[in-house]
């Protein structure tokens, strides 16, 4: 009996394995009229047919295919979403809790006001080469970083820039300019003059903007000190604590306030009793752009505000602070009522100590 299957070659092979015309599928075949290809609708073709009944066959198909397709429109497709359930509507609607958006938003405006409400400080420090100024380096630096910024940390050497400073600095992670006094001085009574003056010129001609701080290295200096300097609007001056290894006890330089007015100073060295002002160079600090920008203020002097050499010691503040203000009328009792010592100025050089060579104490490590 002829049968199919699927697995068979096609039948041309076949009729070569079993045999010319005997094959079962061979047109020739007894069972070819019969066979499977000979189903259904072709067959229809071989028949005579009415052409009423031909008509009547495309109805019945075309009604069934209608059927089909109508039935299968109403079937649901898998997890498709009924888009009129939707919302169209622009902007659409975000699962988002308003109230969590708004305060957000909020937070980060408050912050951003914040840094940039923060005045720079321009702090200037005036540094040579002795035995305790890697140690006065680093402890100034370390109160610097704790600082908010913005804050520039401009030191000054004369004639040359040591490595050894340079290192410090630049492993201090505070903004800093490392600049150097060339001028080539041999009697000078303050050379720390001349670097603060050189510090002064490059404030000026790159018009930095901020408050202008002079930070001996030697001196110990609060958080707070600079974070009231950031009050001053033009000129702000404070008492500074007096140290000396000669007195028993520390004295007090610098103005007595009442509120936003300064009444008097405190003195007590007789020999300073003609200084106008008795500020020490660590108990004021000033706007940098009365340096660069005099129309801005009403300037006492014109010309260049410089430290002054030539001047006796003890001298050098108060002559300063002549060409930047006119009287205590113009003056910040910084805080309000400048009751709080901020600063102390030190006395206490370890005069006997000759410098090391690479900052290194090669023997007599008993530094007296
Ligand atoms: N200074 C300097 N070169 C000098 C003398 C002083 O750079 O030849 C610096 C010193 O490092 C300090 C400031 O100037 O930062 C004031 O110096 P010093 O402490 O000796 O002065 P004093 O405290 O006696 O007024
Ligand atoms: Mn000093």
């Not at 938003?105 to 720079?120: I, M, P």
């Not at 903007?209 to 609060?222: E, H, P, R, T």
């Not at 007015?261 to 000033?286: C, P």
Request: hydrophobic content about 35%; aromatic content about 10%; some cysteine.
């Amino acid at each position: 009996m002829a049968s199919i299957r699927r697995t068979l070659s096609p039948y041309q092979d076949r009729s070569h394995q079993n045999g010319g015309s005997s094959s079962p599928f061979s047109l020739n075949s007894p069972s070819h009229k019969h066979s499977r290809f000979d189903l259904g609708v072709p067959r229809f073709i071989h028949r005579k047919v009415g052409p009423y009944r031909t008509w009547m066959r495309s109805v019945y198909s075309c009604m069934l295919f209608f059927m089909i397709g109508f039935l299968l429109g109403l079937a649901p497709f898998g997890e498709f979403e009924d888009v009129r359930s939707r919302d169209f509507s622009f902007p659409p609607t975000l699962d988002v809790k308003e109230d969590i958006v708004v305060d957000k938003v909020e937070l980060t405006v408050e912050n951003t006001k914040d840094y940039f409400a923060r005045k720079q400080l321009i702090v200037i420090t005036p540094t040579y080469n002795r035995p305790l100024q890697a140690f006065y380096l680093n402890r100034l630096g370390q109160v610097l970083r704790l600082v908010p910024p913005p804050l520039v940390w401009i030191v000054v050497e004369m004639n040359v820039a040591s490595t050894e400073t340079a290192d410090i600095l630049r492993g201090m992670g505070i903004m800093y300019r490392h600049l150097v006094c060339a001028n080539n001085l041999t009697n000078i009574k303050d050379r720390g003059v001349h670097q603060r003056n050189r510090a002064l010129e490059h404030i000026e001609h790159h018009k930095l903007d901020g408050l202008v701080y002079f930070a001996d290295d030697d001196n110990v200096y609060s958080l707070q000190l600079f974070e009231s300097i950031r009050e001053i609007s033009r000129f702000g001056t404070w008492p500074v604590a007096m140290l000396a290894q000669s007195k028993n006890k520390a004295t007090l330089e610098g103005p007595v306030c009442n509120g936003s007015q300064v009444i008097g100073w405190h003195t007590n060295e007789k020999s300073k009793r003609l200084r106008r002002f008795h500020v020490d160079m660590s108990g004021y600090a000033f706007n940098s752009t009365i340096l660069w920008d005099p129309k801005r203020w009403e300037k006492p002097t014109s010309g260049l505000i410089r430290q002054l050499d030539t001047i006796k010691e003890g001298f050098q503040e108060t002559t300063f602070i002549q060409q930047l203000v006119e009287d205590e009328s113009q003056m910040e009792p910084t805080p309000l009522g400048c009751s709080k010592i901020m600063n102390w100025h030190l006395h206490l050089e370890a005069l006997e100590l000759g410098y090391p060579k690479g900052w290194l104490l090669q023997k007599n490590l008993d530094a007296e």
